[in-house]
């Protein structure tokens, strides 16, 4: 048991004032604050319990503010920042007015942190930099060190390897007239971790050993589980993967032993991506499947993005094509969730610090925090019109909770690339990444052109369509139009790249409904016969034909003969185009789930005036 939990507990067996017991109770929480939360929090409880027995006292008061403090590091720890910032801030107001000002420092660091571990490196500085003004102030020259420390962190989040080992320099220069021994472990890791980033791996080794002694001697599993982790990056760096598979196994014994399912999930991540960086994509995949069960189970979707992309690669090094494409359909889709998440939620904990302490903060912060939301909100917005169009984006933000439409007359149309299963296997992933969106961006500039919406992508097939969620009338002309630019483009693609590739597409016309699925990652999807026979005609289509129904046909035969179009009975009206749509019939086919059809290619279209 760590020296310092043991010494806390044998307190809490002697006698003691109120205001004496919560100091202890909140001390031994902070201290258990990464190895158990669940018993931390118990402990703040029963702090909490005394302190509200004298509310009036201003000993209780000091009490009371110290437990919002502890707890919230607590939540910190936990990285459920949502509640840690209510209680830092709430926290952070009660010192002020009551003068608490070591408290107030020490509150100032955490939120600083907490803001360090949601990469918000703008505000976190400014309030690591008060916490850091404030306790060179006081003369809290301990606190201040840890300060140092901490604002090294923003600058290695930031990339700064060099300037952040400056503040870890520091840091450990003020640590050196304090007999702590944790906190000097904790900089001795940070300074280790600067040299393993710059390369410096000697040096790095150095400090991991110094830093792994200390807290070995502590008994802190953690900090000893981390400084092991630190270390088997740099052995692995250096080739050396079986001391760093070696130290990764032990780190994994532990989290086992302790029975820390998140330590559980890191280490058996870590062990297959090492594997994978081995070439032992068998013994990899065995490890990360392991590892994307638990931090599944424990919701960590930043690890299990990485787990999916991993897997992704083991399985195309194992020649196995489904399985690969899947997780690698999964990592993207997880990538653009997570964007679109954490901008939502960086722009709810800027929210938060801004209303807790607006009054108290200057003109200058007050900038500093205006230009960080607004370029949050900024990214948000556009995250938001990349999967939804403009029109239902702003039916969400006006509240509508429920967005369902039923559209009598559209054009739907499915691409999909022919031969890309095969082309996928003989090219890495982060390539197949790079074409696709080569393709799919080209194919998105061509649906802008012409007023199109795209619906989605699912995985190398893409879907548009026209006549929503606007109405119109000559949806099926720029529906054909954009189809016979999809064929272009990938011509010209497949020429430059010197690949061969062919889309296949399919259009139909009729009625669909559209609406809005889900409640944190929007999508806007269409249902209906119409939908499914779109994508009939390409599955059913050849490679570099465009099939279409009867329907469509007609439709496209009627606009060519410079007739208006005229929708049932509404007055949308569109205008003739200016091409002549050309057109090879292919006869009846037996379409399945539909029977016998009669469908179209469409081949091309001339200018009305070479008709």
């Known amino acids: 048991m760590n020296q310092k939990i043991q010494h806390l507990q044998e307190l809490l067996t002697k006698p003691q004032s109120d205001h004496e ?21 118990t402990i703040l409880a029963e702090a909490r319990a005394i302190t509200l027995r004298g509310a009036g006292n201003a000993r209780y008061r000091e009490g009371s503010v110290e437990t919002d403090f502890t707890q919230g590091v607590c939540e910190t720890c936990a990285a459920n920042f949502d509640e840690a910032l209510t209680l830092l801030f709430r926290a952070l107001q009660h010192a002020q007015d009551e003068e608490f000002r070591l408290l107030e420092a020490r509150i100032l660091r955490w939120i600083g942190i907490s803001y360090v571990r949601i990469s918000m490196h703008t505000t976190a500085l400014e309030y690591l930099s008060k916490s850091r003004s404030i306790s060179e102030g006081l003369g809290d020259t301990f606190h201040e060190a840890q300060c140092w420390n901490n604002i090294g962190d923003v600058y290695f989040g930031l990339r700064d390897f060099k300037a952040a080992l400056g503040y870890y320099r520091e840091s450990l220069r003020g640590l050196e007239s304090h007999n702590d021994p944790e906190q000097q472990g904790i900089v001795l890791y940070s300074i280790a971790s600067a040299y393993t980033q710059m390369k410096e791996y000697r040096r790095a080794l150095l400090y991991h050993q110094q830093s792994l002694a200390i807290r070995r001697e502590l008994n802190d599993v953690t900090g000893i589980g981390t400084s092991m982790a630190g270390m088997s990056d740099v052995y692995a760096e250096q080739g050396q993967f079986d001391k760093a598979l070696e130290m990764l196994f032990q780190v ?3 989290a086992l032993e302790g029975e820390n399912r998140m330590g559980m999930g890191w280490s058996n991540w870590s062990i297959g991506a090492l594997y994978l960086r081995c070439g032992k994509s068998g013994k990899a995949i065995e490890y990360l499947r392991r590892a994307l069960e638990i931090v599944g189970e424990l919701r960590l979707s930043n690890v299990a993005l990485e787990v999916h992309k991993s897997l992704s690669e083991c399985y195309k090094q194992t020649g196995e094509i489904e399985q690969a494409f899947f997780h690698f359909e999964q990592y993207h889709a997880m990538r653009e969730d997570i964007a679109l998440q954490d901008n939502k ?21 007050y900038r500093l925090r205006n230009v960080e939301l607004a370029r949050l909100n900024q990214q948000n917005e556009q995250l938001l019109l990349n999967v939804l169009p403009s029109a239902i984006a702003a039916r969400l933000k006006n509240g509508e909770t429920t967005i369902a439409d039923k559209f009598n007359d559209v054009t739907v149309l499915f691409a999909d690339i022919a031969g890309f299963t095969a082309l996928s296997a003989a090219i890495k992933p982060e390539e197949i990444v790079a074409l696709l969106d080569n393709i799919f961006s080209d194919f998105d500039a061509i649906a802008n052109t012409y007023g199109l919406e795209k619906i989605k992508t699912i995985g190398d097939c893409y879907m548009l369509v026209g006549g929503l969620p606007e109405p119109s009338g000559d949806h099926a002309v720029r529906v054909a139009q954009a189809a016979l630019q999809l064929q272009k483009t990938i011509k010209r693609l497949s020429e430059t790249l010197n690949i061969g590739l062919e889309i296949r597409i399919g259009i139909h016309t009729g009625a669909v409904v559209a609406g809005v699925i889900g409640k944190r990652k929007f999508t806007y999807d269409l249902w209906g016969d119409t939908v499914n026979t779109a994508s009939r005609m390409e599955s059913h289509s050849e490679p570099g034909k465009i099939h279409v129904t009867t329907e469509v046909y007609q439709r496209l035969s009627f606009a060519s003969e410079g007739q208006s179009l005229v929708i049932g009975h509404s007055s949308l009206v569109g205008r003739a185009p200016n091409d002549h749509f050309v057109f090879e019939e292919r006869g009846e086919i037996d379409v399945k789930g539909k029977g016998l059809m009669r469908t179209w290619f469409l081949t091309g279209a001339l200018p009305q005036s070479s008709v």
Do not use: H, P, W
């Open 21 to 41: 017991r919560v100091q202890t109770l909140c001390a031994l929480a902070y201290a258990l604050r990464n190895n158990d939360t669940k018993r931390a929090l």
């Open 252 to 254: 994994s014994d532990m």
């Open 345 to 365: 939620q960086a722009i709810r904990y800027l929210q938060r610090g801004f209303e807790m302490d607006k009054a108290r903060q200057d003109a200058e912060i």
